[in-house]
């Protein structure tokens, strides 16, 4: 591995090779800062894009879970979910009977003629 002693002592003495070794150094350098900063950009951008992920699945409490107490939560959730059998009525069985409801029906308002409180109490009137 070069050291900084080996790498100076191996500068080229012609002054334009310096400059042009000076110069390619600096464009890299400038491409590793324009990379550093599209990646800080790209990152902010999935922190809000998760952050509003958050907020779409827990609402208000999304702002008081930290992401790893959201993984944490998430993961509790997911073994929970594979621990737990198949329901019994998700299975299919054959042929579903419809829910059939009867409903009966009245006509009108109900008859307040027919009203009478329970035993022991007495209508004031």
């Known amino acids: 591995m070069p050291t900084v002693e080996n790498f100076l002592t191996n500068l080229p003495d012609d002054k334009e090779a310096l400059k042009a070794m000076l110069h390619s150094l600096w464009q890299e350098r400038e491409r590793q800062e324009k990379r550093a900063d599209e990646l800080y950009l790209e990152n902010l951008q999935r922190q809000k894009e998760l952050l509003r992920y958050k907020k779409a699945t827990y609402g208000p409490r999304a702002d008081r879970l930290s992401e790893n107490e959201l993984a944490q939560v998430l993961l ?3 073994e929970e979910l594979e621990r737990r059998p198949l329901p019994a009525e998700s299975l ?4 579903a009977k419809p829910d059939v409801r009867r409903v009966r029906r009245r006509k009108g308002r109900r008859g ?3 009203f009478r409180p329970p035993s022991g109490q007495h209508a004031r009137l």
């Open 76 to 78: 509790e959730f997911a």
């Open 92 to 95: 299919p069985q054959g042929e």
């Open 112 to 114: 307040l003629s027919e």
